[in-house]
């Protein structure tokens, strides 16, 4: 099985900064595409943030310029890095990953648990 495990949530003032983990465990062949997305009680999930294998990032104009996304192949992790937030970024934030398991052929879509983070004075 393959497991997506955030952490780093919490909650900051206006302004601050929050770095947020996801490790990606279990019978893991190869990580694609790995991402962000967050959802706000009662609306959508809306994406954040991703990064492909070869290093390509997408971000949400939303958060352009604020926050960014790293990721460690080595050890199946992507990070995002999260500046000068606001309370508009309030919600659970949730790691995305297309993980292609061993002795599968194609890669299926994974979903971390989600951490809340909570941006108030």
């Known amino acids: 099985q393959v497991q997506l495990m955030e952490s780093g949530g919490g909650s900051v003032q206006p302004g601050g900064s929050l770095q947020l983990s996801c490790t990606a465990s279990?019978?893991?062949?190869?990580?694609?595409?790995m991402a962000w997305f967050r959802q706000i009680p009662g609306k959508q999930r809306e994406f954040v943030a991703s990064m492909s294998l070869g290093g390509i990032t997408d971000y949400s104009d939303s958060v352009k310029g604020r926050f960014t996304i790293s990721r460690d192949d080595a050890k199946n992790i992507v990070i995002l890095q999260m500046n000068r937030l606001s309370p508009e970024d309030t919600a659970v934030y949730y790691c995305?990953?297309?993980?292609?398991?061993?002795?599968?052929?194609?890669?299926?879509?994974?979903w971390g648990q989600g951490t809340q983070v909570t941006v108030s004075s």
């Open positions: 279990g019978n893991i062949f190869k990580v694609d595409s």
């Open positions: 995305n990953g297309q993980i292609t398991k061993s002795h599968s052929r194609y890669p299926s879509e994974y």
